[in-house]
């Protein structure tokens, strides 16, 4: 079945770097494009970026362009996110997600990642 | 990007209906066909219920229904049952950026 497990997420200073990983298993990684979507706490749903087959393509939300760069390994079906220069706002649950048909249809366990002195 | 505009709360008793509302404009709702929504229990990852407009995915019950008019998408909760009881979220790819918003969020309340 399709399972994609998310880690990496902790705590981290303002201004400081994190990486979280997205590991995909059940489906052929490579033809889907994949996406990282964000909940900060008690709040609702952000979009973040989606990549596409190859990596070529990638696309941010304004709030995170040039501060977060996704990847993606298709030989060992994962998929990362590369945040810098944290803020307390980037505080929230970040979850991998896979894209098909202009949807999320299958998104990771999620990652809390906060930002704090 | 402005998100969707829900309404914050909805509510109704057991066997009833409910629509929740999704406000969108020409260049997202109203101009793409790929509109979803979401259902969140408290807690947990958010589940995929309707996709491309009215759409449902395999598993997700036949009383969970989706439309559109204009630049407004509509999730149809009918029968509802107390495990229905969750946030929802609608989301729309955005053709203008080529990115995704999502709604506001909607609590909704079986009474």
């Known amino acids: 079945q399709v399972q994609l497990v998310d880690s990496g997420g902790g705590v981290v200073k303002p201004g400081g770097s994190l990486r979280l990983s997205c590991e995909a298993s059940g489906f052929m990684f490579s033809d889907y494009y994949m996406g990282w979507i964000r909940q900060s706490p008690g709040k609702g749903l952000q979009w973040i970026s989606y990549?596409?087959?190859?990596?070529?393509?990638?696309f941010y939300t304004d709030s995170v362009k040039g501060r977060f760069f996704v990847s993606r390994d298709n030989g060992k079906k994962s998929l990362f996110l590369h945040m810098n220069s944290l803020r307390a706002e980037d505080t929230a649950t970040y979850y991998c997600?896979?894209?098909?048909?202009?949807?999320?249809?299958?998104w990771g366990q999620g990652n809390l990642v906060t930002v704090s002195s | 990007q402005s998100a969707l505009t829900q309404p914050p709360s909805a509510s109704g008793s057991p066997a009833q209906s409910v629509t929740i509302s999704c406000a969108g404009t020409?260049?997202?709702?109203?101009?793409?066909?790929?509109v979803s929504w979401y259902q969140q229990h408290p807690g947990k990852v958010p589940k995929l219920l309707i996709y491309?407009?009215?759409k449902r995915p395999s598993g997700v019950p036949d009383r969970f229904s989706g439309s559109r008019s204009g630049t407004t998408a509509s999730l149809t909760v009918s029968g509802l049952q107390p495990e229905d009881e969750a946030d929802y979220y609608c989301?729309?790819?955005?053709?203008?950026?080529?990115?995704?918003?999502f709604g506001t969020g909607t609590r909704l309340t079986v009474l």
């Open positions: 491309e407009v009215d």
């Open positions: 990549i596409s087959l190859n990596g070529r393509s990638i």
């Open positions: 989301c729309s790819y955005s053709g203008r950026t080529n990115f995704y918003v």
């Open positions: 020409s260049s997202d709702v109203g101009g793409y066909n790929y």
């Open positions: 997600v896979r894209m098909t048909n202009g949807c999320f249809d299958y």
